[in-house]
């Protein structure tokens, strides 16, 4: 398993790299929007949706919401937008914390979850085109665009879901949230957590980055590691609502397209209002 594991990220590794580095904006928005889409015939299992027509309907209407919002530059302020993503994985941290007893809230309720699952996608979305999109930050007298302020965030992602398999593996002893992933342990947040601040730390000293500037980032390291541990969390606990171990098969070692970005759905979102209200953009 962590053979073909390591098979099939050494395959998405280049290519993400590739599209976050090398693509325009609306092209990233584009192959974005296909794994959003991806995650939404995913979600619509997880929901309850019985057949493969009522999975592509609701497949088609989060297709038919990204493009209408992209058609119209999303309407609503970036400071709304991140205020309802704030809002939402507030709520959706609570519900972790609660369950099982949170479950009546969506448990055989089909539209309740694709509403979540509609936002959830949308928002996630959202966040990766937007911080794609920024012309410059200003760090440390360096001005960074926006494909590598993504690149920056997708590493401590991957830090933190890399450091917690591997101590998970090796010093797991005490359970995360044992009722809904009895697999996952406080050992592996915490490797999680050291490498990803290990990725930071290295990052604002290639930077030259303050003192000040180091403070942000680590700010934004931890919330950003957080809200990945707890949007791996939230997946989970509908997969275990739903009875599968698995979102999908089409990641060989990894499961389905919402396996593999569990930890970017929550995390990505978070990371933007954090550098928002950091680095006032």
């Not at 205020?83 to 959706?92: E, H, K, M, P």
């Not at 007893?101 to 699952?117: R, V």
């Not at 342990?185 to 999680?192: A, K, L």
């Not at 957080?226 to 990894?254: N, W």
Request: aromatic share 14%; net charge positive.
């Amino acid at each position: 398993m962590l053979k073909l594991r390591i098979m099939t990220a050494l395959v998405l590794f280049p290519f993400t790299l590739y599209c976050i580095l090398f693509l325009s904006n609306d092209f990233f928005a584009l192959v974005m929007g296909g794994v959003i889409l991806i995650a939404a015939y995913e979600w619509a299992g997880l929901a309850g949706f019985p057949t493969l027509l009522t999975k592509m309907a609701f497949v088609a209407i989060v297709a038919t919401i990204l493009y209408s919002l992209w058609l119209i530059n999303f309407l609503l302020s970036p400071d709304l937008m991140n205020l309802i993503a704030a809002v939402f994985w507030f709520f959706n941290a609570i519900l972790v914390f609660k369950y099982p007893q949170s479950a009546f809230l969506w448990k055989d309720k089909p539209a309740i979850s694709a509403i979540m699952g509609i936002i959830l996608l949308l928002l996630t979305w959202y966040a990766l085109i937007s911080i794609h999109a920024i012309e410059g930050l200003q760090f440390a007298q360096q001005t960074i665009k926006g494909p590598y302020i993504l690149l920056f965030c997708m590493m401590l992602i991957w830090a933190a879901d890399t450091g917690a398999y591997f101590s998970g593996r090796r010093f797991g002893r005490k359970k995360l949230a044992l009722k809904i992933s009895p697999g996952k342990s406080w050992e592996g947040v915490y490797g999680g957590l050291i490498l990803s601040v290990s990725v930071a730390s290295i990052c604002t000293m290639i930077y030259q980055g303050s003192f000040q500037d180091y403070a942000n980032i680590m700010i934004i390291t931890f919330a950003t590691v957080i809200f990945s541990v707890i949007g791996d969390l939230m997946e989970s606990m509908f997969k275990r609502q739903a009875g599968v171990k698995d979102s999908g098969k089409i990641l060989p070692g990894h499961g389905g397209m919402l396996d593999r970005i569990d930890g970017v759905i929550a995390a990505v979102p978070i990371f933007l209002i954090a550098i928002s209200q950091l680095y006032k953009l």
